[in-house]
């Protein structure tokens, strides 16, 4: 009998595994977007000394570092961070398409050996074993012990909203792709036409930029309501604005018309309106599919109705599952206020970071004492790429658009390069970069340079 509890022990299937006293602590994030990388820079900055900047308040532990370590294990279906904010520009400007994802194992500060990614996707959880079971690319099911874990997945979005393959290289290939069939493979434009279909932030965005990039593509978006980004809780001269806007960019807007499709022998599309009317496009873009909560490898007890993440405000889970508070949810899966955005998840990603270090040296300590940080409510604030000009709104500070907005909140790459300057990550190959502005900081974004909201 103590030869199996010693044998138990050394398991690492087996709860015992996680008693140990001088092992590192191990915390586990899965899904590696704005939320689960903020969450491993910042919590990899503390376990060093440092204090991360912040938007909001988060204690700098005075630079104390944990007695045992701690070792962060990812678990991401893509093999990189991909700048989900930009993907309009990567799917429809080729010069983009490259930059817009940088692999984790050419991220010079992401390459640690106390950093391990692993490409594969969750597909069980069990909070009382503190262990996943997770399936890489081959198929082939393995298992992870965590002390803490951070999950980051997300909203599973459609493409192009997001890439549809989980490689750099195939994600290359299949925006090549589409930029393709958008521009015809760079042949004569004219005359060439594009259909996007539902005008939420997606649509606009994306019909504002193949517009913007090829004036001589007629571009029509569809939408089943009255006003574009109907869904959103916007106040209505938003919504007007940005129809605006998307008309100054020479965007024909089709509003109060659901739309049925129909592909033809041809490769070309029929589009029927509700009103009677037919579109014959050559390249059609569906935007109306809804991103839905990406948790069905949680147990229920942790979901809404929703099927999004219950989290206190300190983003620990708020059901009665077993170690509820060493189990953390961030970014879009988790049932908080306001519109999901990047800035959002990066903010959530720090508050996680801190919590979680606050625990290991309470744990280590009980004498520290220190106490975990709150994520406040969010307002529903917006940031938005239309073409050539850019839209801001937040309570506080109203509405703003225009061409020199554009330029101080998204630059030239719908804020890739800040938001890499922000997280402090560089390539192991990048080539220099023109200076990123500091901008002023508003709370549509993320200090001190503004990370977009996400579309």
Not at 31 to 41: E, K, N, P, Q
Not at 347 to 357: D, E, K, L, R, W
Not at 381 to 395: E, N, R
Request: proline share 5%.
């Amino acid at each position: 009998m103590r030869l199996q509890t010693l044998s138990d022990s050394l398991n690492h299937l087996s709860p015992l595994a996680n008693l140990s006293l001088s092992s590192p602590h191990r915390v586990l994030v899965i899904g590696c977007a704005y939320g689960g990388i903020s969450t491993v820079v910042n919590l990899f900055s503390y376990s060093n000394g440092k204090v991360p900047q912040s938007v909001y308040s988060v204690p700098d532990f005075n630079g104390k570092k944990s007695q045992n370590g701690i070792d962060i294990t990812v678990i991401d279906e893509r093999d990189g961070y991909f700048h989900s904010v930009g993907a309009p520009l990567a799917h429809v400007a080729p010069k983009h398409t490259p930059k817009m994802w940088k692999r984790y194992s050419r991220m010079n500060e992401l390459r640690h050996h106390n950093i391990h990614f692993k490409h594969g996707s969750v597909k069980n959880l069990d909070p009382e074993a503190k262990l996943v079971e997770w399936q890489d690319r081959n198929g082939k099911v393995e298992t992870q012990s965590y002390d803490y874990v951070v999950i980051a997945t997300g909203l599973k979005r459609h493409w192009p909203a997001v890439p549809k393959s989980g490689s750099f290289a195939e994600y290359t290939k299949d925006a090549r792709e589409l930029i393709n069939q958008i521009t015809g493979k760079g042949e004569q434009q004219d005359g060439r036409k594009v259909v996007v279909i539902g005008a939420g932030a997606v649509g606009v965005e994306f019909a504002g930029e193949i517009a913007h990039h090829y004036p001589s593509i007629h571009v029509t978006l569809v939408h089943s309501r009255a006003e574009v980004l109907s869904s959103e809780p916007l106040p209505h001269e938003v919504k007007e604005k940005a129809k605006q806007l998307l008309e100054e960019e020479g965007v024909n807007l089709v509003l109060g018309n659901r739309a049925s499709i129909n592909e033809l022998p041809n490769g070309k599309y029929e589009v029927t309106l509700s009103n009677g009317d037919k579109l014959f496009p050559d390249v059609l873009l569906d935007a109306t599919k809804k991103g839905l909560p990406t948790t069905n490898f949680l147990p229920t007890d942790c979901l809404d109705e929703a099927k999004e993440i219950k989290v206190t405000p300190n983003l620990t889970f708020s059901s009665s599952v077993a170690n509820a508070k060493a189990h953390y949810g961030v970014g879009d899966v988790i049932a908080w206020s306001g519109i999901k955005r990047a800035g959002g998840a990066m903010v959530m990603g720090q508050i996680a970071a801190a919590n979680i270090y606050s625990s290991i040296l309470n744990a280590e300590d009980p004498s520290s004492n220190h106490t975990p940080s709150e994520l406040p409510h969010y307002d529903a604030v917006i940031g938005l790429a239309v073409g050539k000009q850019c839209l801001t709104y937040d309570p506080k500070n109203g509405m703003k658009w225009g061409v020199e907005l554009m330029k101080s909140y998204f630059q030239d790459d719908l804020g890739w390069a800040a938001n890499l300057k922000y997280l402090g990550l560089t390539d192991m190959e990048q080539e220099t970069e023109k200076p990123v502005r500091n901008v002023e900081i508003k709370e549509v974004g993320v200090a001190p340079e503004q990370v977009p909201a996400a579309a």
